[in-house]
C-alpha cells in the first residue's frame, strides 16, 4: 500500500478532527449543544483506552491468556465508586476553579512545591505513555507500507530527518498549538476538543468491532471454528484457571484502577470538563459498556492471529495484519485508523493537560519568582503552553527513539500506570482523610518515586545497554536483597514487585509523616474545605487568615494585565454589586476580595502562580502566635525594646490614618445626608400634591356624584396614612443610619414569631385566595436567635405583604420555608406574581425604590420597606438576597445566625 | 377642541388632571412614563403637554428636549410640573424650553388658569 495514500489519510483524518473540534467550539453557545453535552463528555472518557487497547490487548492475550482485561476490569470495579469520589472531585474543582491533577493536589495540601513534584513526576511518568502512542502510529504505518513484510522491530533508528516518527511529532504539536491552544481561560471547557475526543472514541468501537467481526465470521465460519483449530496449549492459557495468579492480578487491578482515577488525562476529562455533574451518571453506564464492547473480539482475533498468521508478525499487529494480509484492504486502513485515533486521541488530552501544568506550576512561577511580574500577561501564558506541548512531544519522540522502540507496548504502559499509582495517597487523602498533610504527601511521592524508578524504570535502562547488567542479576552494590527486580529477595513478577514495594513505602510514609507533623491553620482549613465539600456547596469564602497589606490599585491593574480590561471591569462591577467596595474600614483591602481576585487569576494562570502572585503582593506571613513569643524570648532586651518602639511609631501612624480615614467618612456621610433629605421630601411633596388637588377639586365641583366624591375622599385619606407611614419609616432609617434604633437584645425565637405573622395574615390570603405552603425542616422550630421580636416582625410582615401586593390574580402561591444550614437560619419567601426585572434586581432594596406598576393602580407603598427590612437583617448580623425572573416570581431569602447552645444555656 | 397630554409616574395625579381637564372640556391623554409619552406624542401631536420630571429611564427633561428639538412641535406648549422646587431647577427647566414650570404641590385653579391663558396664545 503506498505511503503517500496513507499519509494522506491521516492527515485527512486529522484535520476533520480538529475541524470537527472547531465548529463545536463555535456552537457551543447554541441551546441545541446542551443536549449534546452529556454524551461528548460520556464519549470522551474511553480516552483511556488507547493504542494499548487497540493492539497491545490483543498481543498480551496471545502471550497470558486473560491478564489483558485487568487493564479494563479495574475502571468497571471502580465504577460504582465514581458517583463518591469522582463526584467530589468534580464538586470541589468548581468551586475552587481548578483544571488541573497538580492543582487539586497543591491546593489541598498548600503545597507550592507539591505542584512542581507532581508536575515532574507526572511527566517522567507520561512521556513513555505517549511514546508508545508514537510507537504503536509509526509501526502499524510502516506495516501497511511493507505489507508486513519487514520484521515489526526495526533495531536500527533510521536519521532523524527520515524517521516518520519526528515528522509525525511535530505535526501533532503544530495542530494542537494552533487548533487548541488559541484561548487563554484554562477553566473554560473545551467542548470542541470533547467532541472531537468522542469521535475517535466512536471510531476505535467501530473499527474494532469490524475487525472482530470480519475475522469471526468472514475469516472463519464463526468463533467456534477459531477454538477449534487454534492451539491447544494456548487455548490451555484461556481455560486453566489455575494459571492466573492471584497476586499479580491483584497488582494489576490495582493499578488500573488508579489509573482510570488518576492518570491526568482521565482527570481532565472526566473532572475538569464536567458540565454538569449529573451527566457523570450517564457516562458510567456508557462507559461500562464501551470497555465491554471494545474487549468482546480480543480473544477471538488473538487466537485467529495465531492460527492464520505466519509466526513472524508481532501479536501487537495482528489486528491490522489479519485484515491486511487477507485482501481487505478497506478494512486494514479503517483499522489503521482505528489505532490512530485511538493514540492521537491520548496524545492530544495528554499534551494540552500536561502544558497547562508545566505552565502554571514552572514556567509561569519561574517568571514571577524572577520579579517579571510586568512581563505576565495573557500572552505570555499562552505561549508557554503551546511552548510546554512542543516540549513534551519532543521528549516523547526521543523516548520512543531510544527506548520504546525495544519492548512491547503493555509492559511500558504498565510502568506509566505504576508512576500514576504513586498519586494515590495524595488524592485519597485529599478527599477523605483530614489529617493528611504536606509533610507526609511530600515524602510519600519522593520516596514512592524513588522506588518506582528503581525497581521498574532502571532494568529498562540496563536493558537497553546504558547500565551494566550486574546491577540486575547481582543486586546494588552487590547485595541480593537490592536487585531492582525482586527487592528484598521476594520472586515476584517485576511490574507486581516494582508496584508493591513503591506503593508501601509511599503510604507508609505517607501515613507517619502525616501523623507525626502539624498541619498549618491553611492546610486545615483547605482540609476541611475538601473532605466536608458537600455541606461547603455554595463556594462561601473560606475563613481568612490574610494578614499581609495589599494595595488596592496593584491588585486591580494585575487584573486588568491579566483578564484585559473588559473582562476585568465586568468582574469588578460583578464583585461590587455582590459584596460592595472591597475596602474593609481601615482603607485595606479586604479578605474576600483577595480571595476573589485569587481565583478570578487562577482561571488565567492557573491556581499555583495565581498565590504566588498574590503572596509576593501581599508579603504576607501567617502569624502564629507561638512563633512570635518564641521569636522575641530569643533575642536580646535591646532588640524587644527596638521592636515596642517600633510598634508603637507605626501604632501611631495607623491612629493618624485612621483618623483622616474617620473625617474623610464624616464628610461623605454629610453628603449622604444631603442626599436623603432632598430625597424624602421629594417623596413626601408626592402625596401632598395629590392631596391638594381632590381637595381643590372637591371644592370647586359640586356637581360630583356621590360615587365620585366617596372616591376622591378616600384617596385624600389613603395619602394621608400614606405620608404618615412614610414618616415612621423615614424616623426609622435615620436612626438606623445613626445606630440608636431601638433594638431589643434578647433571645426570641425567630420561627416562631413568623409564624404569627402567618396566622395574622391568612384573613388577607383568604381574601385574596392566596394558597399558602410551609416547610419547617426538622427542629427549626426550636432555634433561637439573639435579636428583637418586633423588629422580625416587620421584616416578616413586609415581606409577606410584599409577596401578597405582587401575587398572581389568579391561582397565587406564596411559600414559606424556614431551615438551618451553618448555624445559620434561613427563611425564604417566594411567591408566583410578576417577578422583577433584571435590571431592577439590584436595586430593590434600595431607599425609595418603587418598581412602576403597569396598571393604574394606587401605589400603596412607601419605597422604603424593604431597605429597612435590609437594615433589621443586618443590625441581626445576618444577610438578605432576591432571586428573580420577570414573569416568574420572586424568591427572597434572608439568613440570620443562631444562637449557640453555650450562649443559651448562659441564660 | 385642544389636545393636552398629561405625564407622570403617580397615578392619583393622572387621575385628578384628566378629571379637571376633561371638565375643562381639552381632550386628555395620559401617560405613565417618558416613552409612552413619546408615543403618544408622535401619534397625537397633542398642542400641550404637562410634564413630570423625576419619572424612571425617560424623564421628563428627556421629553422636553426631544420635543424642542423637532421643528413640527414648534409650536407644542410645554408645561413643567415638578416637586423639585429649587432655583436652578426652575431655571434648568425653563432653559430646556419650556413655556411654564409649576413646583408641586400646585393650585389646581392656578394651573387650569395657566393653561387657559398659554392656550389662547
Known amino acids: 500500500m503506498s505511503a503517500l495514500l496513507i499519509i494522506v489519510i491521516f492527515i485527512a483524518y486529522l484535520v476533520l478532527l480538529f475541524g470537527v473540534a472547531y465548529w463545536v467550539d463555535r456552537k457551543a453557545a447554541r441551546p441545541g449543544m446542551k443536549k449534546w453535552a452529556k454524551w461528548i463528555y460520556a464519549l470522551s472518557i474511553p480516552v483511556y483506552c488507547t493504542a494499548w487497547t487497540f493492539y497491545g490487548s490483543v498481543g498480551k492475550a496471545t502471550v497470558d491468556g486473560w491478564s489483558f482485561l485487568t487493564t479494563y476490569l479495574g475502571p468497571l470495579i471502580t465504577l460504582p465508586l465514581w458517583w463518591i469520589v469522582i463526584r467530589k472531585m468534580i464538586r470541589i474543582c468548581k468551586v475552587q476553579r481548578i483544571a488541573t491533577l497538580s492543582d487539586f493536589i497543591s491546593t489541598r495540601y498548600n503545597s507550592i512545591t507539591l505542584s512542581v513534584l507532581t508536575t515532574l513526576f507526572v511527566v517522567v511518568g507520561i512521556v513513555p505513555y505517549i511514546s508508545i502512542q508514537l510507537k504503536a502510529i509509526t509501526e502499524s504505518f510502516e506495516f501497511l507500507t511493507d505489507q508486513g513484510a519487514a520484521s515489526l522491530t526495526s533495531q536500527l533508528n533510521p536519521p532523524l530527518w527520515l524517521d516518520s516518527a519526528f515528522y509525525l511529532s511535530v505535526i501533532l504539536a503544530i495542530f494542537i498549538i494552533v487548533f487548541v491552544l488559541r484561548t487563554v481561560d484554562t477553566t473554560s471547557q473545551h467542548q470542541g476538543l470533547l467532541a472531537a475526543i468522542s469521535m475517535d472514541s466512536i471510531l476505535k468501537l467501530v473499527a474494532f468491532l469490524a475487525v472482530g467481526i470480519f475475522v469471526c465470521y468472514s475469516l472463519f465460519s464463526g468463533p467456534v471454528e477459531i477454538f477449534d483449530r487454534v492451539d491447544p496449549k494456548l487455548l490451555q492459557s484461556f481455560t486453566d484457571t489455575s494459571q492466573i495468579n492471584g497476586l499479580d492480578w491483584f497488582f494489576l487491578l490495582l493499578l488500573s484502577m488508579s489509573a482510570n482515577l488518576l492518570l491526568h488525562r482521565q482527570f481532565q476529562v472526566l473532572v475538569a470538563e464536567n458540565g454538569k455533574e449529573k451527566h457523570l451518571k450517564s457516562a458510567i453506564w456508557v462507559f461500562a459498556l464501551y470497555l465491554l464492547l471494545i474487549n468482546l473480539f480480543v480473544v477471538p482475533v488473538a487466537l485467529g492471529g495465531t492460527v492464520l498468521l505466519p509466526d513472524h508478525i508481532d501479536p501487537d499487529a495482528y489486528v491490522l495484519a489479519l485484515p491486511l494480509l487477507n485482501g481487505n484492504a478497506f478494512l486494514a486502513i479503517l483499522t489503521y485508523l482505528g489505532g490512530f485515533s485511538a493514540a492521537t486521541g491520548m496524545i492530544i488530552v495528554s499534551a494540552i493537560s500536561l502544558s497547562l501544568m508545566l505552565s502554571n506550576n514552572i514556567f509561569l512561577p519561574l517568571t514571577v519568582k524572577a520579579n517579571r511580574v510586568a512581563l505576565l500577561s495573557s500572552k505570555l501564558a499562552m505561549r508557554s503552553r503551546q511552548l510546554a506541548v512542543l516540549i513534551i512531544l519532543l521528549l516523547s519522540y526521543y523516548y520512543y527513539r531510544y527506548v520504546a522502540d525495544l519492548f512491547p507496548l503493555v509492559s511500558i504502559g504498565l510502568i506509566s500506570f505504576a508512576a500514576i499509582a504513586q498519586f494515590l495517597p495524595a488524592v485519597f487523602g485529599a478527599l477523605f482523610w483530614k489529617d493528611a498533610n504536606k509533610t507526609g504527601v511530600t515524602l510519600g511521592l519522593i520516596i514512592g518515586f524513588s522506588i518506582w524508578f528503581f525497581t521498574l524504570v532502571l532494568p529498562t535502562i540496563v536493558k537497553v545497554g546504558l547500565l551494566p547488567e550486574s546491577l540486575l542479576t547481582e543486586g546494588l552494590l552487590g547485595v541480593s536483597w537490592l536487585r531492582p527486580e525482586h527487592l528484598m529477595g521476594l520472586e515476584m513478577d517485576p511490574v507486581t514487585n516494582g508496584t508493591f514495594w513503591s506503593l508501601l513505602l509511599n503510604v507508609s510514609v505517607f501515613t507517619i509523616g502525616s501523623l507525626a507533623t502539624k498541619q498549618t491553620a491553611k492546610e486545615r482549613n483547605m482540609a476541611e474545605l475538601y473532605t466536608g465539600i458537600y455541606s461547603y456547596t455554595d463556594s462561601s469564602d473560606e475563613k481568612i487568615l490574610w494578614k499581609g497589606e495589599l494595595v488596592y490599585n496593584d491588585l486591580l491593574k494585575v487584573i486588568e494585565n491579566l483578564l484585559g480590561p473588559e473582562q476585568a471591569a465586568v468582574a469588578m462591577s460583578h464583585y461590587k454589586s455582590n459584596f460592595g467596595v472591597p475596602l474593609n474600614q481601615d482603607g485595606q483591602v479586604d479578605a474576600r476580595f483577595v480571595n476573589y481576585t485569587q481565583r478570578l487569576l487562577s482561571g488565567v494562570v492557573g491556581a499555583t502562580s495565581a498565590r504566588i502572585l498574590i503572596s509576593s503582593m501581599a508579603h504576607e506571613e501567617e502569624i502564629e502566635i507561638r512563633e512570635v513569643v518564641k521569636l522575641l524570648k530569643e533575642t536580646s532586651e535591646i532588640n524587644r525594646l527596638n521592636t515596642e518602639l517600633r510598634m508603637s511609631t507605626l501604632a501611631l501612624e495607623r491612629k493618624t490614618e485612621e483618623l483622616m480615614n474617620a473625617n474623610d467618612r464624616l464628610r461623605g456621610l454629610d453628603k449622604e445626608k444631603d442626599d436623603f433629605i432632598s430625597t424624602v421630601t421629594h417623596e413626601m411633596r408626592t402625596p401632598l400634591t395629590a392631596i391638594k388637588a381632590f381637595v381643590e377639586i372637591i371644592q370647586d365641583h359640586s356637581d360630583l356624584s356621590a360615587v365620585e366624591r366617596d372616591d376622591f375622599l378616600s384617596t385624600i385619606n389613603d395619602e394621608i396614612d400614606r405620608m404618615n407611614r412614610l414618616i415612621d419609616q423615614v424616623l426609622d432609617m435615620e436612626k438606623m443610619e445613626v445606630g440608636s434604633l431601638s433594638m431589643e437584645q434578647e433571645f426570641v425565637n425567630p420561627v416562631e414569631i413568623l409564624r404569627g405573622c402567618l396566622d395574622g395574615m391568612q384573613g388577607v390570603f383568604e381574601a385574596k385566595k392566596i394558597i399558602l405552603s410551609t416547610d419547617w425542616s426538622a427542629n427549626i422550630k426550636n432555634t433561637f436567635v439573639m435579636g428583637d421580636a418586633d423588629r422580625l416582625k416587620q421584616v416578616y410582615l413586609n415581606l409577606l405583604s410584599n409577596a401578597v401586593k405582587y401575587s398572581k390574580e389568579e391561582g397565587a402561591i406564596i411559600e414559606v420555608s424556614a431551615s438551618q444550614a451553618q448555624n445559620h437560619l434561613e427563611v425564604s419567601v417566594i411567591d408566583n406574581g410578576r417577578g422583577i426585572k433584571e435590571e431592577n434586581l439590584g436595586q430593590v432594596f434600595d431607599k425609595f425604590f418603587q418598581a412602576r406598576d403597569q396598571t393604574l393602580k394606587k401605589p400603596k407603598g412607601t419605597g422604603l420597606g424593604l431597605s429597612i427590612t435590609k437594615k433589621i437583617i443586618e443590625l441581626h448580623g445576618g444577610s438578605i438576597n432576591v432571586f428573580s425572573e420577570w414573569g416568574n416570581g420572586a424568591v427572597f431569602n434572608l439568613r440570620i445566625p443562631l444562637a449557640q447552645e453555650e450562649e443559651l444555656k448562659k441564660t | ?121
Open chain 2, 1 to 121: 377642541m385642544k389636545k393636552i397630554l398629561i405625564v407622570d409616574d403617580e397615578p392619583n395625579i393622572l387621575i385628578s388632571l384628566e378629571f379637571l381637564l376633561s371638565k375643562g372640556g381639552y381632550q386628555v391623554f395620559v401617560a405613565r412614563d417618558g416613552t409612552e409619552a413619546l408615543e403618544l406624542i408622535k401619534k397625537e401631536a397633542p398642542d400641550m403637554v404637562i410634564l413630570d420630571v423625576m419619572m424612571p429611564n425617560v424623564d421628563g427633561y428627556d421629553v422636553c428636549q426631544y420635543i424642542r428639538s423637532q421643528e413640527v412641535y414648534q409650536h407644542m406648549k410645554v408645561i413643567f410640573l415638578s416637586a423639585k422646587s429649587k432655583q436652578e431647577d426652575i431655571e434648568k427647566g425653563l432653559q430646556m424650553g419650556a413655556n411654564l414650570y409649576l413646583t408641586k404641590p400646585f393650585s389646581t385653579r392656578n394651573l387650569i388658569k395657566e393653561i387657559k391663558l398659554l392656550a389662547e396664545q
